[in-house]
């Protein structure tokens, strides 16, 4: 018999389970039903619930608008209590009842569930004591764009593919379930697809019986893991199994990129293989979960996702679409080790709450770089870690936006704002410093020990601060209040006074909240003395107890410094800026600085003051001009060009961009052409793409386009063109829309449709900005991958003219948008259209919208006071230093 979508349905209800949770005593009803998931019932549920099994049956059909399934739940009660399921709908107009059905308890037919607020309740007089069974058949949105469950359509090959994507609470819009993290549940998923497509899950399939043009995939249960972690993903994939892992991983990806693929399997197993080695030994545990396999998948919204057994990876991160630089070779290890690290911190022992979401994501960062460190030792792993990571905490920690580490959460609504730089970046930063404070030994047997305590089950951060109290030895509440529970950071300055004789006479630090709030971080750092060239005179260690003043007399009598570094090795967490002596003698001597840690450290510090307003952007800018070609690391380089680019396109007046754009090009395009390494090179390359301006450097990227001109060593791509074309649309160049309008003839494939859609929002035209604009809010079928590659091209910063028209309204979208969109939509989203724009008015516009919008959620009103900060910033230094030199030019005037 042929299996069809609809009767197959009727085959895969003879599925039941039983789940996880903590146990309490009592029979009280839940809380009052809201919308989302609020902390009041997930507790009451977490109390009263235990045991969960899920038993899931879907029908994975092509094209289908819908997916149909059938779930079983067995859950424990302690009390014949009222159960309540999570089942939300992300579609406008769409009413949850409308798509339950058939609902069931303990066998018997429920003609009394309430659907409503977001919730089913299904009354305790159909329950008891023990362990109950509840089914119901479903029906949950598939789209492109802007639902738990996505479809892709590959127009290569015309073939389909269809993944989940369930953090941080969405797997309730595709099933009815307990959405919180702290009811770990077992799965058991079924699941009938076309014959022609493979299905991946969190286990291994069990059994695959084929009948015709249809299959029946049955898996394997799962151990506990979390809503969020459970995913599945389905079509006609290549398959790839890396027969040298004891977990024997495969690899799927869609065939259209099997061959792009197969080139990068050496290393991307390997990294995978030695990762998942390296973790076990680090955290004394052997990989939890019963195999482990990777997904590459197109237009994947994030970077990788974690799920248990079963890494989803975006294709691009992967399968490099340009030339790889080092840059480009980190994030792919970085994002691979982040998430094997999650198998253990995450998905082995899982946060309770959303509130300690650091907990999971800091750790896979900071694990990442430390295995980084082992299995990559070309790269300075610490060196990186400091250029990729820590600016970005710094960026948002000095806002009026920024939060705790701890970000209370008290409904799950609000937990895709908590995703951003404080617990990507900052948290990783805090756990460096924690591991310098502690010491490495006790640091690493804290964490083993947190691991083993909670294995398949929950725990919070104060978990963790027990261990490092039992591994230390010492007191630390007053520390973990400081850097989890205290939001900003402090900024730590040197003062240091010498004698006649040349030698130091006194050298304090000081320390002081950057938002003027009273904050203080116990902290551990290294302080640096150097010579000219950064030789290291005296390198001391130094313990802050917190805020105000701490002297160093050890260091006396020294003899006088050419400079002091307070963060030496990059240890510390926070601004630390050199003091007027120190940074005249960096600027004249960066280029000798022979330490490359030491220089980069340098680097950003500089780069600190100018964001302060203490440099003038043009005196970085011709920093760069003079020392970038000198550095030998691209990851390096990229970090100074792409400030020197910041500096050139936002905080330069018009006639500073005028008068340094030809000597800035200069530079760039001679690193291009004459840098040692090709990854030098293309880094050399993209920035003088980026900041073309004169009409000589356009017409060299109309000859690098042509093919005219190349740039040694790297091979010009479908995306580097597509680049190309939209660096001339930003620039208003005449030639760009056709020049586009033929690349887009001659470049078929998904993802240069994707790049020809971005490339067209720079054009400089109000009109096609507002074309744009209203596609992001009225076309169902426009993925976020394309609105995500495009509102940056059209809020580029020489455009906000063109823009500020529009920023009002993009304000006005941000509810909408937090509830429809997947996580860090909103954060690309406010960077793209408050952070094109640099003017007062512009500056007014967001004030405005915070004064008038009193009903804002908290969470939204924080990321707009965070990209806020960045405008007030540019407006701040342009106003400063475009006087300066207006002054300047008014005392030289005869």
């Known amino acids: 018999m042929t299996l069809r979508a609809v009767p197959v349905l009727s085959l895969l209800l003879l599925f039941v389970s039983c789940c996880a949770a903590v146990y309490a005593q009592g029979g009280a009803g839940p809380p009052t039903l809201e919308p989302g998931v609020p902390r009041e019932l997930a507790r009451w549920r977490a109390a009263h619930y235990r045991d969960v099994r899920y038993a899931l049956a879907v029908s994975l059909t092509p094209n289908a608008e819908l997916l149909q399934g059938r779930v079983s739940i067995a859950v424990t009660l302690d009390a014949p209590v009222d159960l309540v399921l999570d089942w939300r709908m992300t579609q406008q107009g769409v009413e949850a009842r409308e798509r339950v059905s058939d609902i069931k308890a303990n066998g018997r037919e429920v003609s009394d569930a309430r659907i409503a607020d977001e919730h089913i309740l299904i009354p305790r007089s159909h329950l008891r004591a023990g362990v109950n069974t509840v089914e119901l058949s479903f029906a949950s949105p598939v789209s492109a764009s802007g639902s738990a469950v996505t479809r892709y359509l590959d127009r290569e090959d015309n073939s389909e593919y269809v993944y989940t994507l369930f953090v941080p609470s969405d797997a309730s819009t595709a099933f009815p379930c307990f ?69 024997g991983t495969h690899l799927f990806v869609r065939k259209s990129k099997a061959e792009a693929a197969r080139k990068e399997l050496p290393e991307v197993f390997r990294l995978n293989r030695e990762g998942v080695k390296f973790f076990e ?37 992967i399968i490099f679409p340009s030339d790889p630089t080092a840059n480009d070779l980190w994030s792919r290890a970085d994002v691979m080790l982040h998430e094997a690290a999650h198998q253990w911190f995450g998905d082995l022992v899982t946060m309770r709450w959303f509130d300690d979401l650091w907990l999971k994501e800091g750790f896979a960062t900071f694990m990442a770089s430390k295995a980084v460190e082992r299995l990559l030792p070309q790269f300075d792993a610490w060196k990186v870690f400091y250029l990729r990571t820590k600016p970005l905490a710094y960026e948002t920690d000095a806002t009026k936006g920024t939060t705790p580490i701890w970000q209370e959460i008290t409904n799950l609504s609000a937990a895709k704002s908590a995703y951003g730089n404080i617990v990507y970046r900052k948290a990783p930063s805090m756990l460096r410093q924690a591991e310098f404070y502690l010491g490495e030994r006790e640091f690493r047997q804290a964490v083993q020990s947190f691991v083993a305590e909670h294995d398949y089950a929950n725990a919070e951060w104060a978990d963790l601060v027990r261990a490092f109290e039992r591994a230390s030895g010492r007191k630390l509440d007053a520390w973990a209040d400081a850097w989890v529970k205290r939001r900003g950071m402090p900024d730590v300055r040197v003062e240091w006074t010498t004698n006649r004789r040349g030698q130091l006479q006194r050298l304090d630090l000081t320390q002081r909240d950057v938002l003027g709030e009273g904050g203080a971080w116990p902290m551990r750092v290294k302080l640096l003395l150097a010579g000219p060239n950064g030789a290291r005179l005296r390198v001391v260690d130094v313990t802050l107890p917190g805020g105000g003043r701490t002297p160093v007399d050890k260091l006396l009598p020294t003899p006088r410094p050419a400079f002091v570094f307070a963060n030496f090795e990059d240890y510390g967490y926070g601004r630390f800026l050199l003091d007027d002596a120190s940074r005249r003698a960096v600027l004249e001597n960066l280029g000798a600085v022979e330490d490359d840690f030491l220089r980069a450290l340098l680097w950003g510090s500089l780069w600190e003051s100018v964001r302060e307003a203490e440099l003038a952007p043009s005196d970085f800018i011709e920093l760069v001009i003079k020392h970038a070609p000198r550095e030998r690391d691209d990851v390096a380089l990229q970090f100074v060009l792409a400030r020197a680019q910041m500096a050139f396109t936002r905080y330069l007046s018009t006639t500073q961009t005028l008068r340094l754009a030809p000597r800035l090009e200069r530079m760039l395009r001679e690193g291009m052409s004459r840098a040692e390494t090709a990854p030098l090179r293309i880094t050399f390359f993209r920035t003088f793409r980026d900041v073309a ?37 930003t620039g208003g160049d005449g030639r760009a829309p056709g020049l586009l309008k033929k690349l887009g003839a001659e470049e078929k494939t998904d993802d240069a449709r994707r790049y020809a859609y971005a490339a067209g929002a720079a054009w400089p035209d109000g009109a096609v900005k507002r074309r744009y604009f209203a ?82 959620d908290r969470d939204l009103r924080l990321k707009v006071l965070e990209a806020a900060d960045g405008l007030e910033r540019c407006v701040r230094v342009r106003a400063r230093y475009a006087r300066e030199e207006r002054d300047a030019a008014g005392a030289r005037a005869p």
């Open 281 to 317: 030994g680090y955290f004394a545990r052997r990989f939890p979960f019963p195999k482990y396999d990777l997904v590459i998948l197109p237009e994947f919204p994030f970077r990788g996702m974690e799920h248990a057994g079963a890494t989803f990876l975006r294709e691009e991160t």
């Open 775 to 856: 596609e992001y809010l009225t076309d169902k079928d426009l993925s976020e991958s394309w609105i995500e590659a495009s509102f940056g091209p059209l809020n580029a910063p020489r455009q906000d003219v063109l823009t500020l028209p529009l920023l009002g309204a993009a304000l006005a979208e941000l509810p909408a948008l937090k509830r429809t969109r997947k996580i860090f939509f909103v954060n690309g989203w406010l960077a793209a259209f408050v952070g094109g724009q640099c003017s007062e008015r512009a500056l007014g516009v967001v004030r405005n919208f915070l004064a008038a919008e009193t009903a804002l």
């Open 179 to 247: 959405d919180q993290p702290d009811l770990k549940a077992r799965f058991t998923l079924t699941a009938s697809a076309p014959t022609a497509w493979s299905i991946v899950s969190n286990t291994a399939a069990r059994t695959v019986t084929r009948s015709g043009t249809w299959s029946l995939w049955v898996f394997g249960e799962t151990q506990p893991i979390s809503t969020y972690v459970f995913a599945f993903a389905a079509g006609p994939f290549a398959e790839f199994r890396d027969d040298g892992s004891p977990l």
């Open 693 to 729: 301006l004169t009409a000589e450097a356009r017409q060299e990227l109309i000859r690098i386009l042509s093919g005219e001109a190349t740039v040694p060593g790297m091979t010009l791509r479908a995306r580097d063109r597509f680049d190309l074309v939209r660096a001339l649309m």
